[in-house]
């Protein structure tokens, strides 16, 4: 079975920085793309960041490009995105999600697993 456990959400002023963790197990094949989607109400799923397993090659959203930075840990089953100057409209729940193989589509229907969300709240 697939598991996807987020933690690292928290409220901070403008500014502010916050880390996300998403650890993984059960995955079935080695080559993944893992990332960060966030849920804009209204909208659909939006990628934020995303990385491969094997490649490390990673993808921004354009919104977040210069202040956030993806990274993982393999030997942990760990991806982190480290958010600096964080602005109120990065406030959302932030979700973990992964797929089989190296395409770093930020399409969220491309992913097949997902960790439960969690929240970001960022203050002005």
């Known amino acids: 079975e697939v598991q996807l456990q987020a933690s690292g959400g928290g409220s901070v002023q403008a500014g502010g920085s916050l880390r996300l963790s998403c650890t993984a197990s059960?995955?079935?094949?080695?080559?993944?793309?893992i990332g960060w989607f966030r849920q804009v109400p209204g909208k659909e799923r939006e990628g934020v960041s995303l990385?491969?397993?094997?490649?490390?090659?990673?993808y921004y959203a354009d919104s977040v490009k210069g202040r956030f930075t993806i990274s993982s840990d393999n030997a942990k089953n760990t991806v982190y995105l480290q958010m600096n100057s964080l602005k109120p409209e990065d406030t959302d729940v932030y979700y973990c999600?992964?797929?089989?193989?190296?395409?770093?589509?930020?399409?969220?229907?491309?992913?097949?697993?997902w960790g439960q969300g969690t929240l970001v709240t960022v203050s002005s």
């Open positions: 999600a992964a797929s089989i193989g190296s395409q770093l589509t930020p399409d969220h229907k491309w992913y097949d697993y």
């Open positions: 059960g995955l079935p094949f080695d080559d993944y793309t």
């Open positions: 990385i491969n397993s094997n490649t490390g090659s990673t």
